[in-house]
């Protein structure tokens, strides 16, 4: 079954401080795996997705097929890093393709 | 990346009655999607809203109780029917985007059903 896992609901980190926000998938095939961010009071946007291997806002997640794994890491939060974030992946499901499978989130606190 | 609108954008409704939401998009898109998010728990894909036709609903969810418009490119209705409490959710609209497998969101519409 199509599953993606977020351990933590609720993360709390010191500003500079580095951050390890954990995701683990179950699929099948070859998936899209991605990171949605929802700031207070803002709707749910894409942050970054792992065909694109690209670093935003210092954030990087790196795809590792043999663990299953697809963490979302930064070297030093800052406050306006607190937001939710969600895992979410993309596969094709009974014939429906890109049905996006979210992970329950997680909760990123920076203190100041 | 695609504009989405969403009305409205927060509702307080009596148990049993029906709900409209609408989504607009500011570009023509192939692919629609409806989303749940109830009270701290994550997003749930409730149908894919197909133009021209009737709309794919995930498990769980079914079209005598949200049924679903897709009249043309920009535009898609879910309606919430007979509700109860436990309908009381965020609603969500996404669209994909016409190159890439990314989705975009729509603002939500929160609804609480008394």
């Known amino acids: 079954a199509q599953r993606v896992t977020q351990p933590e609901k609720l993360l709390s980190v010191f500003k500079g401080a580095p951050v390890e926000l954990k995701c683990n998938y179950s699929?099948?095939?070859?998936?899209?795996l991605f990171w949605y961010v929802q700031y207070s009071r803002q709707r749910l946007q894409l942050l970054l997705r792992?065909?694109s291997r690209e670093s935003i806002k210092g954030f990087t997640a790196d795809l590792n097929k043999g663990e299953t794994s697809f963490h979302l890491k930064k070297p030093f939060a800052q406050e306006e890093d607190s937001a939710m974030y969600y895992c979410a992946l993309s596969g094709s499901v009974r014939g429906a393709t890109n049905k996006l499978i979210f992970g329950t989130g997680t909760l990123l606190a920076v203190q100041p | 990346s695609a504009v989405i609108s969403q009305k409205p954008s927060r509702d307080i409704c009596q148990r049993g009655t029906s709900l409209t939401i609408q989504c607009q998009v500011d570009s023509q898109v192939t692919m629609m999607f409806w989303y749940r998010q109830q009270p701290g728990q994550s997003l749930t894909l409730i149908a894919t809203?197909?133009?021209?036709?009737?709309?794919?609903?995930e498990s769980g969810f079914v079209i005598d109780k949200f049924p679903i418009s897709r009249p043309n490119l920009t535009f898609s209705t879910l309606t919430v029917s007979n509700m109860s409490p436990e309908d009381s959710s965020i609603y969500l609209c996404?669209?994909?985007?016409?190159?890439?497998?990314?989705?975009?969101f729509g603002p939500g519409t929160r609804l609480t059903v008394l």
């Open positions: 699929y099948s095939g070859s998936p899209e």
């Open positions: 996404s669209v994909r985007g016409r190159s890439t497998d990314t989705q975009y």
């Open positions: 792992h065909i």
């Open positions: 809203a197909n133009q021209g036709s009737e709309a794919t609903y």
